[in-house]
């Protein structure tokens, strides 16, 4: 094959302008110009590193670059199967024209590039930053996703942290993290599609990214924390609903040189390890702790069997050994009524509704539709057999105390996942679950009979406790 250019350069590219005018290689271009339009969009936004999404950095370094030597390889495929038919049928040329416009192929192939690079840039510019964005969203985590995890999207509605994007915490900024979950979440995926995943899903979770990464970039402890009035209302199960309240004043603390719990746990040189006896971390059989001043003292507990710590996991204390529900809380029952009535979803004014409530929400129902039914029913039909007078005054306080409880149900418990009460421990505290007491129990020794105190004043200041009007109340202005 002989071109009329005497160029050695444009001899080579006028059959190589011919052979690649068919679809296999214009299919590569596209995907090629596709996967160049898209990288220079993105590329400005690594550049000047304020790139807060993880997906900006998986699209960009792992996908672009497969995308664009696949299309790469589809050219040449294109160009060498159109020569083997050329070269079977004898069609094959002879001579090409000039590379100039007036060449009709080179003409075309032009046009097509200008046109697909010009339609990239229009489309691929919108769709790449909404199709981020949306993978980045809490609907995608939450329901397209990952529809197995609903307790934890449900709970996580109901949270401070409900306008905080699920990435944001659980993978944090960067492509390394993002890779190292979404790897570790291949056995997840398998386990989801032949629903082999285990109900409910077992915490703590073992790969998470450390919290001084991602909790740290808004609660950071070297700010002082104070300390902050906390108000528990709490209604008795007798017939009026007896209301008492707790009055705290918890110590905070966090900063430098300060104490109260932040200064205690994760105060400037304070070094904390423990080491768990169980999977969900509630017995915690040894613990040290290191000063500011580097002194290391072991706390081993009282009942502690078997040589420690050689058989068991050492872990360094994280934000989340305490707070591991930060987002994801689950109530028991009891507290749960209480909030809701203190709140006004439940109305204390029904005799019993205390009682009945929690009652109500302890029975077992298979299914959440069942719940549906059966819990606004058994409202209704309790105050209609018991208080028809006051079923007859106040249905609709009845009807509201119905759907309040039934709310505090589907907030907390998903018989499809086997999510019940109780199911998720919450270490903040020491009401409800053992919390701060898996190491402050008094039970805590060291060497020499120091033990991990115990002192309640620590922590927080008992203003009130259970009292139908609290002084404090009337004295701070909060109660008249």
């Known amino acids: 094959m ?39 969009l993105l590329l400005p936004t690594t550049l000047r590193g304020n790139v807060s999404n993880p997906y900006f950095g998986i699209v960009l370094y792992l996908v672009l670059p497969m995308v664009f030597i696949g299309g790469l390889l589809i050219i040449p495929l294109g160009i060498w199967l159109r020569r083997r038919r050329e070269r079977a049928s004898g069609t094959a040329p002879t001579s090409f024209p000039p ?43 939450g329901q397209t996703c990952h529809t197995v995890m609903q307790p934890e999207f449900t709970a996580y509605q109901n949270s401070p942290h409900s306008r905080v994007e699920c990435v944001q915490c659980h993978i944090g900024p960067g492509a390394g993290w993002f890779v190292r979950s979404k790897l570790s979440g291949v056995r997840q995926v398998f386990a989801v599609t032949f629903h082999t995943y285990d109900r409910p899903i077992p915490t703590p979770v073992h790969n998470l990214r450390p919290a001084r990464e991602t909790c740290e970039a808004c609660h950071w402890p070297q700010v002082y924390g104070g300390d902050r009035l906390k108000i528990l209302t709490k209604f008795a199960d007798d017939e009026t609903n007896t209301p008492t309240k707790t009055v ?22 304070i070094r904390i390890r423990f080491a768990p006896a169980d999977e969900k971390r509630q017995t915690i059989p040894w613990v040290e702790y290191r000063d ?29 050994d305490c707070h591991n529900r930060p987002t994801h809380t689950y109530e028991m029952p009891e507290p749960a009524v209480d909030r809701m ?19 109500l929400l302890k029975a077992a129902y298979n299914s959440r539709a ?48 086997r999510v019940t009460w109780g199911a998720y421990p919450n270490n ?35 203003l009130a406790m259970e009292e139908a009007s609290p002084k404090i109340l009337s004295e701070l202005g909060l109660e008249k």
């Not at 205390?354 to 009652?359: N, R």
């Not at 589907?410 to 499809?416: L, Q, S, Y």
């Open 2 to 40: 002989t071109n009329s250019s005497g160029s050695p350069l444009r001899g080579w590219l006028s059959p190589v302008v011919h052979l690649s005018n068919n679809w296999i290689s214009l299919i590569g271009v596209v995907v090629v110009t596709t996967a160049t339009v898209l990288w220079v």
């Open 99 to 141: 590379l100039t416009f007036r060449n009709p192929e080179l003409r075309r192939l032009a046009l097509f590039v200008v046109l697909t690079s010009f339609v990239n840039v229009v489309i691929a510019g919108q769709l790449t930053y909404s199709a981020v964005n949306y993978m980045d969203s809490v609907s995608f985590c």
């Open 248 to 269: 705290l004043m918890m110590h905070i603390g966090g900063g430098k040189g300060t104490q109260g719990i932040h200064g205690a746990h994760v105060g400037p040189g």
């Open 292 to 320: 500011a001043q580097g002194k290391a003292t072991v706390y081993t507990a009282s009942d502690a069997k078997g040589p420690m710590p050689g058989n068991l996991e050492i872990r360094e204390m994280d934000c989340v």
């Open 341 to 359: 009535m203190a709140a006004g979803g439940i109305s204390p004014s029904l005799p019993f509704v205390k009682k009945t409530s929690v009652a």
């Open 370 to 417: 069942e719940a549906e039914v059966r819990i606004p029913a058994a409202f209704e039909n309790f105050y209609k057999e018991k208080y028809p007078a006051i079923y007859a005054s106040k249905p609709d306080e009845v009807k509201q105390a119905g759907r309040g409880a039934l709310a505090v149900f589907e907030r907390n418990i998903f018989p499809e996942m």
């Open 428 to 462: 903040l505290g020491h009401n409800d679950f053992p919390g701060c007491f898996r190491c402050h129990d008094d039970q805590h020794a060291a060497t020499g009979g120091a033990k991990i105190t115990q002192d309640c004043g620590a922590c927080h200041n008992l």
